[in-house]
């Protein structure tokens, strides 16, 4: 995006949409007019939002597509590998690191979703009740002006990740207070079913090591959404 459409935007802000806004908050002026900018743009654009597990990505997310109807969320999840594939493969018990996923299908999917083809694209989400990504389960439809992804490695560099920087017209990350995001990961894991002890296990093993990982790439970000607000850095 050019400088000229965000001239009327804080460089930093402490809106509405800070890491640790509560689900209902709205989005705050500085990220409604960039969302604003993205969709009287021109043709379809992609805004990514990345961040570590239980920062707050799909949160934010919804809050888009809140304050947007016409925006379609199309999560990165859905392309967990089954769990399964998972088991075969031996990587149940890191469930969520990036060989977890099926990278270049996710790359596949926003490369078709960036040349709309007069046709609905359909990509899957992923069921935590099922434990699986359910095919087809997301409908994009042709005139769709504004998709939004988001999912932990959207600016990683590497594990098949590499080339999703570049296919994105825009990228925030949610960074929370670290405490903060662990609190809501132990209460996510409890929710759907682990025991409190294995929740916190997990939550400070394969949750923390791919947090770190996914914390190294945020400088790739163009917006940053932290505890006290936002950033913009381009």
Known sequence: MTADQHAGADRSS??????????????GPVLEARVTALLQAGGRRL??????????????????????????????????????????LGRADRKGAPDTFDAAGYVALLRRLREPAGETV???????????????????????????????????????FGPV??????AWFVAPDDDTRRERLVAR???????????????????????????ASADRADVLVGPGGVTVRD
């Open 122 to 160: 359909y990509a899957p989400e992923y069921r935590r009740d099922l434990r699986n990504g359910v095919a087809g389960a997301i409908a994009v439809p042709p005139g769709t002006a504004l998709v939004v992804t988001e999912g932990n490695y959207l600016l990683v560099d590497d594990a098949g």
């Open 47 to 88: 805004l990514g939002i990345a961040g570590a597990p239980g920062a707050g990505k799909s949160t934010l997310a919804a809050q888009v597509a809140r304050a947007f109807p016409e925006v379609v969320v199309v999560p990165m999840d859905g392309f967990h590998l089954a769990q399964t594939e998972l088991e075969r």
């Open 165 to 170: 920087r570049a296919l994105l017209d825009e």
């Open 189 to 215: 894991h409890v929710a759907f079913g682990k025991a409190p002890d294995a929740a916190h296990a997990w939550t400070h093993g394969p949750d923390e090591r791919n947090a770190v990982l996914v914390a």
């Open 14 to 27: 402490p809106c509405r949409a800070a890491a640790d806004a509560p689900p209902d908050a709205g989005l």
